[in-house]
């Protein structure tokens, strides 16, 4: 009888103590996936939101603007300014539409224009440096840029650009060009193709910010980010970039700085990311960024990859070390 009463003491004993322990076991890979998943999509959602509310509205005034051939007066008022830097007075409603809208509207604007290719060339790398400039200024801001000096870096930068092209490449006559913008004509029609354009828009943002955002998670979570950016890290001290910046600036230059900055926002919200990095890093890819998919739409009607990629880069290394020497003799004289 004592030796069953010891034991039913030892089998509570196991049931108290040992069992929780064995209990205890570490997360599954697939309960941390799902773990990732489910801490993501909030996030994603609302960086998403936060996006469309800046874009549709930005969108529907260009539309606007456009519609009634407000854009039209003010390429008209610009167009003596872009003769000195060889481009066409009509060139000037193609950077102003870029300033408002994406890459596939400037190009809408250009393939029925009747541009020459040097002239298309200029404006090519002139948008791919300041498009979409007040939807991804918000976000700059969010991560710690003052907004106007981003919009300072991106026009200068721009028209550097510009200059430079103009100088180096071979002499062309400039064609005349005719007005494709969408100046009257029926509105109802026109606000369709609006309103079907930005539903498409809309899906794009919300999956991929969420997909992003989840991968950003998962590659955090599983250790990988650190084993992908180990071979650019030459490249980063280079062009001046903090090491912590290096995951943020392959995203932004292979998807772009819109999707980039919503992992910007998170990594700044969670406190990996300091506003002084992210500053460093915005100076750059405020004018180096989205460097696959963007170049490769002018591509896809004749223009030279590299002549569209390596002016940013070269730039934007530019703007980085200025920045860090600015930054450095602030510091010397406080």
């Known amino acids: 009888m004592k030796s069953l009463a010891n ?3 030892f089998a509570d004993f196991c049931g108290h103590y040992i069992e929780p322990k064995m209990h205890k076991q570490k997360p599954t890979f697939r309960d941390r996936l799902i773990s990732c998943v489910h801490s993501a999509l909030p996030q994603g959602m609302k960086t998403a939101f936060w996006l469309l509310k800046l874009t549709i509205p930005i969108s529907f005034a260009v539309f606007l603007l456009d519609f009634f051939g407000v854009l039209n007066v003010i390429a008209g008022w610009v167009a003596p300014f872009f003769k000195l830097i ?21 190009i809408a604007v250009m393939t029925t224009l009747g541009i ?9 790398v002139m948008c791919l440096i300041s498009h979409a400039m007040i939807v991804e200024t918000a976000i700059q801001k969010r991560t710690g840029s ?13 028209f550097m650009a510009a200059v430079l092209l103009n100088f180096i490449l071979p002499e062309e006559a400039i064609t005349e060009t005719k007005n494709v913008l969408h100046s009257g004509g029926d509105f109802i029609p026109a606000l369709t193709g609006w309103l079907s354009a930005m539903l498409v828009t809309t899906i794009k ?4 910010v969420n ?22 890290k030459p490249l980063l001290k280079v062009m001046g970039l903090p090491s912590s910046t290096g995951f943020l600036w392959i995203v932004a230059n292979t998807l772009g700085l819109g999707y980039g900055g919503a992992i910007m926002i998170n990594e700044s919200e969670e406190g990996r ?3 002084e990095d992210a500053d460093i890093l915005n100076h750059h890819i405020a004018i180096s960024h989205s460097q696959l998919e963007d170049p490769l739409l ?15 880069i070269l730039l934007a290394i530019v703007f980085v070390w200025v920045r860090r020497i600015e930054i450095w003799l602030k510091n010397r004289t406080a």
């Open 146 to 158: 003052t907004p106007w000096r981003m919009i300072a870096v991106r026009l200068s930068a721009s």
């Open 86 to 106: 060889g481009l066409s007075g009509q060139a000037s409603i193609v950077l102003i539409t870029s300033f408002f809208t994406n890459i596939y509207s400037v």
């Open 298 to 312: 002018f591509v896809s009607i004749g223009y030279s990859y590299g002549i569209l990629v390596w002016p940013r």
């Open 273 to 275: 990311l300091t506003k």
């Open 205 to 208: 943002i919300i999956v991929l």
């Open 211 to 232: 997909l992003l955002l989840i991968l950003q998670k998962i590659l955090n979570e599983f250790g990988v980010i650190k084993w992908i950016l180990w071979p650019f």
């Open 7 to 9: 034991a039913g003491l």
């Open 116 to 124: 020459g290719m040097r002239e298309g060339t200029i404006l090519a």
